[in-house]
């Protein structure tokens, strides 16, 4: 199967409480699929931890919100979530597992 991708818009980041969530959308067109029009694919990075079930109803509230603002269905929606440890995040220079100093 071949596509052709593109980046929408910037990255968005949200943080709360010290937990990072960054989001990139990106369309892809899949050519000879049963899936004719453009798909959103969402990346989304964030810390580890969080259990299966916060990440269902992450991934629910995110299906719905795109199938209502871009009038997809959703099984057109694709999510890719990704753990990432504080030790291989850093923001401003500095890793998110060293303490505050």
Excluded at 71 to 82: A, F, K, M, Q, R
Excluded at 85 to 96: D, H, Q, V
């Amino acid at each position: 199967m071949r596509s052709k991708e593109r980046w929408n818009g910037p990255l968005c980041y949200a943080s709360s409480t010290g937990s990072i969530v960054r989001t990139a959308i990106k369309f892809t067109s899949q050519l000879h699929s049963s899936r004719s029009r453009a798909m959103p694919t969402f990346h989304i990075e964030l810390f580890e931890g969080r259990s299966l079930e916060q990440k269902r109803q992450f991934v629910e509230a995110i299906t719905k919100a795109t199938c209502e603002s871009l009038g997809v269905e959703p099984n057109s929606v694709d999510i890719i979530l990704t753990d990432v440890k504080r030790e291989n995040w850093a923001t401003g220079g500095r890793l998110w597992s060293e303490p505050d100093a």
